[in-house]
């Protein structure tokens, strides 16, 4: 008999697998961005405590290394990155991105609702 957390984690992994979306088109990078719409409890808290702890510029660039992936799903950014990505990164840019990711997801969560 297959355990419940068992199915779960089966079908969390086949949805990692299977849902990348995109490109977000980045011509200022030359680059083209892919994203899985789910993302794990443990990647949504780092980006849920800096939002609650007053880092909304952190969480989105933590969101934007969490999230962005090369065609082949790959991270595109470490965690290492962040620095450079706060400091020596048009913001503009960074923003347009994860908007595109976040505008994405709240329109398939819309018409999986009927709305």
Do not use: C
């Not at 419940?4 to 083209?32: N, Q, Y």
């Amino acid at each position: 008999m297959t355990k419940a957390i068992d199915r779960a984690t089966a079908h969390f992994k086949e949805m990692l697998a299977s849902d990348l979306r995109g490109p977000i088109k980045v011509p200022e990078w030359d680059l083209d961005v892919y994203w899985h719409p789910s993302t794990t409890m443990a990647e949504e808290s780092v980006i849920i405590e800096l939002s609650q702890s007053g880092k909304q510029t952190e969480a989105l660039v933590m969101s934007l290394i969490i999230k962005a992936k090369d065609a082949e799903g790959k991270k595109i950014f470490e965690t290492a990155d962040k620095v450079r990505l706060m400091r020596a990164v048009d913001p503009a840019v960074i923003l347009r991105i994860v908007t595109s990711m976040n505008d994405e997801a709240e329109k398939e969560a819309d018409d999986a609702l009927g709305n």
